[in-house]
């Protein structure tokens, strides 16, 4: 058994699915003081925590075996990292999941900081005045706005203003520019640029290229007037320099949901009267909560069985050498090689790679992912990103890897071949928009599937009936179906992945075996 602990509260979706596996022994201490929470950590394997527990010091001196973090959420502020990273803990989050609450929040202060929606409605409904006079705003056509930052949360805020007509601006040093041109943005190398934009909103992480990236100097070349918006990070505007630029007005309108230290219930931003601010409601919507416990329960589970560690900050990879639109890649690799080895138990005898497209070019950290996932299953706690290589040279386990620079199917395509001394098995997968990573052949089948969770591998004659007896059999032992996708190929035969809700026992394995038209059965967890 493995044991997940969930320091801070999340969705009860999240809960659920840990609490709905045979092998997670999931303990939710929410609501324990942090003093008492620390007492509990000797055992763990995976923790989950939120912005309210600090792993610091205190914390890491309070682990045991600990394998893992999963931060329920983008923010890491509240992690020591460099101390995980020294005692061999990965630290991951979840940096999705409230992407489109963090998108709709934007838009919400933008719209705000036009309108005065807020203020307009303080005076009418608070104070009983009817003076439309007081409220003329601007319009958001024709207007220009810059966009610091176009990862998943920008690049989306600018499609939505592309809806308003407005002209788009984005700066980011780290995009190809063609994900901006091909929405029809207009994308810049310079800075500059985005200061004599009539709005500026910010989207990028907080590091130390873009902590106070505005301040007093880049706020004297903006044009007057100018509206800013930051529901990224706090520190990212410099907030002396902000409350100045207010108070004078060369700020018309600011709209903030982040704050250098928060709970910010006496900065002094709060008493101007052309801010509006949130407390920190960038992901505060019913869907991403929900998304967000799911997505973090699901890398807690990767993460307890070994199989993956999904969105990993301090994995041994060089950040210069491995762009964000490639990890995602190493993730799937490293998931084809735990598909494989549970697929095709045995001594590894040979790893074979077959990177085509733009992943090519990082065939060795892809070889180190592939290594990891293929020894999980049999090595655990032995194997690691470090010693990967090391250890399959020493087992004389033949690895090779193949490339190709275009893809024939794919934009990016990876294949691993594993073969024991039993037989050889191929899966293929890659990773598609919004970072979907799907299987898409297994030993010549075309599939499309995720590769997580209870999956049955079926294999069969095709012939009639086979559907309906897999599921006769999955329902008198009470296993529900989750998702059934088939392949078949030209030898007319067919392979089924089962995805199911519960563990299959043995029983059931022999029955499925005892279909006429059985080929090969296999179980699989991811």
């Not at 394997?45 to 959420?73: H, M, N, P, Q, Y």
């Not at 601007?138 to 920008?154: A, D, R």
């Not at 075309?446 to 997580?452: G, R, S």
């Amino acid at each position: 058994m493995y044991k997940i602990i969930v320091c801070d509260h999340i969705h009860q979706k999240g809960l659920d699915l840990l609490a709905n596996q045979n092998d997670i022994d999931m303990q939710n201490l929410a609501d324990l003081p942090k003093d008492e929470l620390l007492k509990n950590l000797k055992d763990a394997d995976v923790v989950i925590t939120r912005s309210s527990t600090s792993v610091d010091e205190k914390f890491l001196s309070s682990i045991g075996k600990l394998k893992a973090i999963v931060r329920a959420g983008v923010g890491v502020d509240n992690i020591d990292i460099q101390n995980c990273s020294r005692k061999g803990i990965v630290v991951m989050n979840v940096p999705t999941a409230n992407t489109i609450a963090a998108v709709e929040l934007t838009i919400t202060h933008i719209l705000n900081a036009i309108r005065n929606f807020p203020s307009a409605d303080s005076q009418l409904r608070i104070q009983r005045k009817w003076k439309r006079e007081d409220w003329y705003g601007t319009e958001l056509k024709g207007k220009k706005i810059g966009i610091i930052g176009f990862g998943n949360i920008g690049s989306r805020v600018g499609s939505r203003l592309k809806a308003f007509e407005m002209e788009v601006l984005a700066y980011d040093p780290y995009i190809l520019p063609s994900k901006a041109t091909d929405m029809g943005v207009i994308y810049t190398k310079n800075f500059e640029d985005i200061l004599h934009c009539d709005i500026i909103t910010i989207h990028t992480p907080k590091n130390e290229e873009t902590k106070n990236i505005i301040t007093a100097t880049q706020i004297a070349k903006m044009k007057d007037g100018v509206i800013l918006i930051n529901c990224a990070r706090g520190g990212l505007y410099n907030e002396e320099d902000l409350c100045n630029a207010l108070k004078n007005k060369k700020i018309r309108w600011a709209g903030i949901d982040v704050f250098n230290k928060e709970p910010a219930i006496d900065n002094k931003l709060l008493d101007l009267d052309n801010i509006y601010v949130t407390p920190h409601i960038g992901a505060n919507t019913l869907e991403s909560q929900e998304k967000i416990a799911q997505e973090a329960a699901q890398s807690a589970l990767e993460a307890a069985r070994g199989a993956n560690y999904p969105n990993a900050l301090n994995l041994p990879i060089k950040e210069t050498e491995i762009p964000k639109n490639i990890r995602c890649y190493l993730e799937l690799t490293q998931k084809l090689g735990f598909f494989c080895a549970q697929s095709n138990k045995g001594a590894i005898t040979s790893i074979h790679i077959s990177a085509e497209g733009e992943i090519s070019k990082y065939s060795n950290s892809l070889i180190t992912f592939a290594l990891v996932g293929a020894f999980k299953s049999s090595l655990e706690e032995g194997i690691n990103y470090v010693n990967a290589q090391f250890l399959a040279k020493e087992r004389g386990v033949d690895v090779r890897v193949h490339t190709k620079e275009v893809s024939n199917s794919y934009k990016n395509l990876v294949t691993i071949t594993l073969t024991t001394a039993q037989e050889s098995l191929s899966a293929s997968g890659t990773v598609f928009d919004e970072n979907i990573i799907k299987l898409t052949n297994i030993n010549g089948f075309t599939v499309d599937i995720e590769p997580k969770g209870k999956m049955i591998l079926f294999k069969n004659t095709d012939v009639p009936g086979v559907i309906g007896s897999v599921g006769n059999i999955l329902a008198k032992h009470d296993i529900n179906i989750a998702d059934f996708r088939l392949g078949r190929n030209t030898n007319k035969e067919a392979l089924a992945i089962i995805l199911i809700d519960n563990q299959i026992p043995q029983q059931v394995i022999e029955e499925l075996k005892n279909i006429p038209a059985c080929l090969s059965i296999r179980s699989v967890t991811i």
